[in-house]
């Protein structure tokens, strides 16, 4: 086989979006996937889409088949039920789309752009040479081959099929901790009747039934499909999400009698972006580069927002004929800048809601310890800010938890901090001092929280 440019493991979100823009810049790029080339694009999955990222990265909306619902904003309900939080805006509004309907749209935007397609073919592991990767290995049909490239990008999702394979003199952290992994569950259903309020994605916070994540309903067609899932920390004590759905939300009201359209389970990143996306001749993208949310653990903007870097990153390293990590490292700057700013801040305050009780949490929301506006703009990527009052300060030191007020100040500086130093992301001279920065602060955070 020939040599490509570009060679895109994994035909995802990200891996499309990365085949689309490097082809149509020119390149000769050859996207693989192990599934059948009809199977692309159909994940277990949420299924929710902010509409900016289709306006950012020149995509048209979905529409017939693809569309399946669009959001006006979320609803977020405390523990008790008792408050809703209804956070609307602009950025805020979104589609529910048939996500395998969307993954064959995006694989064909790529394929007419001039990426090539080996499909039923899984990667098994990095060509490495001289210390620069410069190929994959590939098994189809049973056979072995090799094929070579001077850029791989690794878009194979949570598998990291490339990055986990890599040596360790690459400096690329192989493993996830299962701390900052969301392990999940969900269906879709036909209920009897139409839920209330279509329009709102539905997310309830429950550290009793889902701990460390949330249950969401996100309605689709009419109001009489959903799409209903419950994600939970991983760890060695976590809850099995199916069980914890059936016995805690499948058993209201709103499900009886209803039928299951699709179950399937999955793992979703949710911490902060790999430190660096880049090594001699291989980039990552999307899950397999972490680059989630994650607060919602949304990634299938993150992972084009990567793509579209990475492919246009390619480019310039084969106008330069420059491969190298240096060669790369602008797909980094962009990265962080663009999206992995805000997704490191919000790693911080990921783990703070990871760690509150149910009480805080109810007590919080009812009284607006933070505020729907101030979701939102965090949401943004705006600096979190408090509410704490008189009032707040007798409640926590009434439960004896007064150190919560100052653990959420502290949380807000330490957000504000961490965005500041991904916004300045450094030149390859300076990296090993920066990551050393941001070890520091995320392991003292985790450690006192
Ligand atoms: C239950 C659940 C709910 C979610 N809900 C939402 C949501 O509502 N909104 C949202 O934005 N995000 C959601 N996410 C996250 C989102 O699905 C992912 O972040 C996003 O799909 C990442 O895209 P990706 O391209 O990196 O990976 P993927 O879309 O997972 O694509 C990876 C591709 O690589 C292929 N592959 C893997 N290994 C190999 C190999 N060895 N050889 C060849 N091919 C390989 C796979 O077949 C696949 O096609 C959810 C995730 C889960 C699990």
Not at 75 to 92: Q, W
Request: one cysteine or more; hydrophobic letters at 40%; aromatic letters at 8%.
């Amino acid at each position: 086989m020939s040599k490509f440019d570009v060679v895109v493991v994994g035909a995802g979100t990200g891996g499309t979006m990365a085949a689309r823009e490097a082809a149509r810049r020119g390149l000769k790029v050859l996207l693989i996937d192990r599934k059948p080339k009809e199977k692309i694009g159909d994940k277990v999955c949420g299924d929710a889409i902010g509409r900016h990222h289709f306006d950012n990265l020149g995509l048209s909306y979905p529409k017939g088949e693809e569309l399946e619902s669009v959001f006006e904003g979320i609803e977020i309900y405390s523990p008790d039920l008792e408050t809703v939080f209804k956070v609307k805006g602009e950025r805020l509004e979104g589609f529910g789309v048939n996500r395998h309907r969307f993954g064959q749209r995006l694989l064909r935007e790529a394929l007419d752009a001039g990426a090539e397609l080996m499909d039923n073919t899984t990667v098994i592991e990095p060509i490495v040479m001289d210390r620069f990767v410069k190929g994959v290995v590939v098994r189809n049909d049973g056979e072995k081959t090799s094929i070579e490239a001077d850029i791989v990008i690794d878009a194979s999702g949570v598998a990291g099929v490339i990055r986990k394979r890599l040596p360790s003199d690459f400096g690329v952290e192989k493993e996830i901790l299962q701390e900052d992994l969301i392990v999940a569950y969900r269906e879709i259903r036909e209920l009897k009747e139409p839920i209330e309020t279509p329009v709102y994605a539905k997310i309830y916070l429950s550290q009793a039934i889902a701990p460390g994540g949330y249950y969401w309903i996100f309605p689709k067609k009419d109001g009489i499909i959903v799409n209903v899932g419950l994600g939970v920390q991983s760890g060695p004590n976590a809850p099995n999400p199916k069980k914890q759905i059936y016995e805690y939300v499948l058993n209201q009201e709103i499900f009886e009698g209803s039928k299951i359209v699709h179950g399937g389970g999955g793992a979703v990143p949710t911490r902060r972006p790999l430190d660096c996306l880049v090594a001699n001749g291989v980039m990552f993208v999307g899950d397999a580069a972490f680059q989630v949310n994650p607060v919602h653990g949304g990634g299938i903007g993150p992972s084009m927002i990567a793509g579209k870097i990475a492919g246009e990153t390619a480019v310039k390293a084969l106008e330069k004929e420059d491969f190298s990590r240096e060669g790369l490292w602008s797909y980094n700057v962009k990265f962080m800048q663009e999206y992995g700013a805000k997704q490191a801040s919000l790693d911080i305050f990921r783990w703070f809601l990871q760690k509150l009780g149910d009480e805080e949490l109810n007590w919080g929301m009812k009284h607006k310890l933070v505020t729907e506006q101030d979701i939102l703009k965090a949401n943004l990527g705006e600096d979190l800010r408090l509410n704490i009052t008189e009032r707040a300060i007798r409640f926590f030191r009434g439960i004896r938890r007064l150190s919560f007020l100052q653990k959420l100040r502290e949380v807000a500086n330490i957000m504000k901090r961490v965005k500041q130093l991904y916004q300045s992301y450094p030149g390859p001279e300076d990296f090993e001092m920066w990551r050393k920065e941001i070890h520091d602060i995320f392991s003292n955070f985790k450690k006192n929280t």
